[in-house]
């Protein structure tokens, strides 16, 4: 899923993406497994990091460190200009936690 899709429309097809000649794009990638909608008093869209990390002390954020940390995430793009479509492949390695937030470590 990315920008602009709804989440009520997350399973359907998406619509392309036109990017016009010398301009760019900011976009958000989100694996749809990883929205899903909680109903009650406090319920709505949730959407999880793509990689949690629960440690609560050193120990634990170490172990879990090693699982991830030196991995790589890669994100296949398919690009049409005009009847071609290449697929790019974006390589991304896990080099470290991004930040701390209330009291769990978050890749």
């Given at each position: 899923?990315?920008?602009?899709?709804?989440?009520?429309e997350m399973n359907?097809?998406?619509?392309?993406?036109?990017?016009?000649?010398?301009?760019?794009?900011?976009?958000?990638?989100?694996?749809?497994?990883?929205?899903?909608?909680?109903?009650?008093?406090h319920g709505g869209?949730?959407?999880?990091?793509?990689?949690?990390?629960?440690?609560?002390?050193?120990?634990?954020?170490?172990?879990?460190?090693?699982?991830?940390?030196?991995?790589?995430?890669?994100?296949?793009?398919?690009?049409?200009?005009?009847?071609?479509?290449?697929?790019?492949?974006?390589?991304?390695?896990?080099?470290?936690?991004?930040?701390?937030?209330?009291?769990?470590?978050?890749?």
């Amino acid at each position: 899923m990315h920008t602009g899709v709804k989440y009520s429309e997350m399973n359907n097809a998406q619509p392309s993406t036109v990017v016009a000649r010398n301009t760019s794009i900011t976009d958000i990638i989100i694996p749809t497994k990883n929205i899903r909608y909680e109903s009650g008093q406090h319920g709505g869209w949730i959407t999880d990091p793509l990689f949690v990390n629960i440690a609560k002390d050193k120990e634990k954020l170490d172990y879990v460190s090693k699982l991830f940390i030196g991995r790589t995430v890669k994100i296949v793009l398919p690009i049409q200009i005009q009847e071609t479509v290449n697929e790019y492949i974006f390589s991304f390695n896990i080099a470290s936690f991004k930040s701390f937030v209330l009291g769990y470590f978050v890749l």
